[in-house]
């Protein structure tokens, strides 16, 4: 969510892992599927050899095509057209062990975890590794103060959050909302002021894209945002706890 993507255009560079042809044809793909799925070019972006969008999202070829194969065109907000199957009951999040040996972070995918299941929802989360589970996320560091994930294809969630080691220097409740925020990304929520990031970020309007498939209003939710309004808000303030809002609750609980 944090992570200002220097990168606009699909390159290839010395420094970039991954970096090939294939990658690159992929990546042109993907980005061409997010185009045509109404993300306005200048939200995607590409770094490391991976597309993003809205700075901190990453989208995989599989669901960039699936963006395009819904019928449905919505000028809402809120979720991804891609959500979890409800087949999924179990999703555990099994941390790396770099991600385990810092308390902050060990503690938040605890906390976010109980917070995720005092919902009621239709998957439980639990910590891995364990045994039962219909589809699994790794939580790894990365760097920088932020962090990083994806969106659900083929209805499991996206296999991964990154959470950047910078956020040592914030609050115990820092680290635990950008858990919860990441693990919101793969499983299908946006960012709450998606349609102006100014909301959360500050400096000047930026808009990750209303047209097309990508975001889709949750039943009951507010179709605008506030500073402090949503788990999912594009940026963290220091202040955060990582305590759901009403309207987080409605979305989570309508959704799942
Ligand atoms: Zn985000």
Not at 219 to 224: H, L, R, S, V
Request: proline share 2%; with cysteine.
């Amino acid at each position: 969510m944090f992570k200002r993507a220097a990168v606009l255009a699909v390159s290839c560079g010395v420094l970039l892992t991954g970096c090939g042809k294939d990658v690159e044809q992929e990546n042109q793909e993907i980005v061409s599927n997010l185009v045509k799925a109404g993300f306005p070019s200048d939200d995607v972006t590409v770094v490391d050899g991976a597309v993003y969008v809205g700075g901190d999202a990453h989208v995989t070829l599989e669901a960039s095509r699936e963006m395009l194969q819904s019928g449905k065109e919505s000028q809402e907000q809120y979720r991804t057209t891609n959500l979890v199957s409800s087949t999924k009951t179990k999703i555990c999040v099994t941390p790396t062990a770099a991600f385990a040996n810092i308390s902050l972070f060990s503690t938040g995918l605890n906390q976010a975890i109980s917070r995720y299941n005092a919902l009621g929802l239709t998957f439980q989360l639990a910590l891995g590794p364990t045994t039962g589970c219909s589809a699994t996320i790794t939580a790894q560091t990365t760097t920088g103060v932020g962090g990083s994930s994806g969106f659900p294809s083929g209805g499991n969630p996206y296999g991964a959050i990154n959470i950047g080691t910078g956020l040592t220097s914030y609050s115990q409740g820092v680290s635990t909302h950008v858990i919860m925020h990441e693990i919101g990304h793969t499983i299908g929520f946006r960012h709450s002021d998606y349609y102006n990031r100014a909301i959360s970020c500050g400096g000047t309007a930026s808009n990750e894209g209303t047209a097309g498939v990508g975001a889709v209003l949750i039943n009951g939710t507010p179709a605008t945002a506030t500073v402090g309004g949503s788990v999912m808000n594009s940026c963290f303030r220091s202040s955060e706890t990582g305590t759901w809002t009403g309207t987080d609750i409605t979305a989570l609980t309508t959704l799942y």
